[in-house]
């Protein structure tokens, strides 16, 4: 902590200036409040997803035996919370823009590419043989390459710069979603409802024999940039900024991206598109934890992404038996608060 104090705040009539993350004795509460409420509402919700509606009594045999057929779906809920929230509030932090997502790179159109190619050239029999773990791995491995590529010919250039990929990540987005739109005019209906199927957002998507792949890449993207949380803040002020503060803004950057590909991969490849996820539960974790510390807007974050989703799907499952829809009403709240702040703000 830092104090920087003066004659009125020695005589008591200021509270002293203090550069600290959370500056006051309220402040505290507040966020570990907030901390307190998300870990209490995640771990009601990831109870009731495993026990409600099990026929045994809970603690016997058969009630785990139950729970343990469900506890792939919370898994895997875990891990997208993880990868959206921390890939989001990097990319945010990185890009100095809290309204672009990582999406904006075009991941999901390229992971709506290889699906639609699959079925179009290959048939149904193409999206059965696009199933295991060879499949993810492949669709990590070329949404990451894809990513390096755009952030090594774009940054490292003579006249690379942020906006100019961000511009170029659009452009590439929006063509592979009109060859994707392309291919699908000329499916069968029987070939297209497969796809619609693999395209939208759910967690029933994943494969439980893709987890062992997909949690060790989570972690470790996830835990190297929570080490760097300290150079995140640095890069939030900007890169004259962090420039004159010592970092190496081109190196730091390219590795914040280079992590926030491999988070962004793993989620698209494992449960399919969720575009506006990332960026509802980012905003929120701006407002509930009030403080610039990345080491604390993270782990916000994180809960926020699954108290959303658990909740989302606990409640649709449970209450509305429309399980199928959950990611179309978490699309349709994310892309209304994204208009809502771009309304209030004025601009992009």
Known sequence: ??????????????????????????????????????????????????AWDNPMPIGTDGFWRIAEMRVTSVIVM?????????????????????????????????????????????????????????QFVLQVALMVGFSLLLYGWL???????????????????????????????????????????????????ADPAYLPVAIPLCVLAAGALWLRARKLNVLALGRDVSMSMGLSHRSELMQVLFLVSILMAVSTALVGPMVFLGFLVATLAYQAADTYDHRRILPVAVLLAFVVLSGAYFIMRHVFYAEGVVSIIIELIGGSVFLFVILRKGRL
């Open 155 to 205: 940054l490292s250039g003579r006249y690379g710069n942020l906006p100019v990929m961000l511009l170029i990540g659009i452009v590439i987005g929006g063509g592979l979603g009109s060859v994707s739109a392309f291919m699908q005019r000329l499916l069968s209906p029987s070939e297209f409802d497969v796809l619609s199927a693999r395209l939208f957002g759910n967690v029933s998507n």
């Open 1 to 50: 902590m830092h104090e920087v104090r003066d004659d009125r705040a020695v005589a008591g009539t200021l509270p002293p200036r203090t550069s600290a993350a959370l500056p006051s004795r309220r402040a505290r509460l507040r966020y570990r409040v907030v901390l307190a409420s998300l870990i209490v509402l995640a771990a009601g919700f990831a109870f009731g997803l495993l």
């Open 78 to 134: 875990a891990v997208v919370a993880v990868c959206q929230a921390v890939a989001t509030v990097s990319f945010q932090t990185v890009t100095n823009n809290r309204i672009i997502t990582p999406s904006i790179m075009g991941f999901e159109s390229l992971y709506t590419a290889v699906q639609t190619s699959a079925v179009y050239f290959l048939g149904i029999a193409g999206i059965i043989a696009l199933q295991g773990v060879p």
